[in-house]
């Protein structure tokens, strides 16, 4: 027999290269315990760059059970993967604050879209300080041309006006 044949289990799914899990019953050690150990084999075979815990099916969220998700959470991380939770009710994160729960440097988003968003942001283009601008002199182009000579002298780059 299973070692959790009578723990309910919570959706895993891989999406977009993230593992997505939604929570959607009651938790207790053993559905924890259980969702730990699938969360962190699909992460692992999936090769998944990060992974989405979504609380939206969570109505009530004790400390002892958001310390448990928050040590998953840590290990996500560990494994090398971005963990961020999605979909928290304004009442279960009021709770958690008034209870003095440790929230800090959770990555959050408020829905799964918001998410998939985080995951595809743009890196940021290294600035002239960071060492692009000095190719561009070693080659004896000044960086502005190289850049984008029509945006004008005022104008700033990427045309944000």
Avoid: C, N
């Amino acid at each position: 027999m299973p070692q959790y044949a009578d723990t309910p289990g919570i959706a895993l799914q891989v999406s977009r290269g993230l593992v997505v899990a939604s929570i959607q019953v009651d938790l207790d050690e053993d559905v924890l315990a259980r969702f730990r150990e699938e969360l962190l084999r699909r992460i692992h075979e999936s090769d998944s760059r990060g992974a989405v815990l979504d609380l939206s099916g969570l109505e009530t969220l004790d400390t002892a059970e958001f310390e448990s998700l928050r040590k998953i959470v840590t290990m996500i991380g560990i494994m090398g993967a971005q963990p961020v939770l999605v979909g928290m009710k304004p009442g279960v994160v009021s709770g958690l604050i008034e209870a003095g729960a440790d929230v800090d440097g959770l990555r959050t988003a408020i829905d799964l879209d918001a998410a998939y968003e985080l995951f595809h942001e743009e890196p940021e283009t290294p600035t002239e300080e960071e060492g692009e601008g000095d190719a561009a002199k070693a080659d004896g182009e000044d960086p502005a041309v190289q850049a984008g000579a029509d945006r004008g002298p005022d104008r700033p780059a990427g045309g944000g006006w």
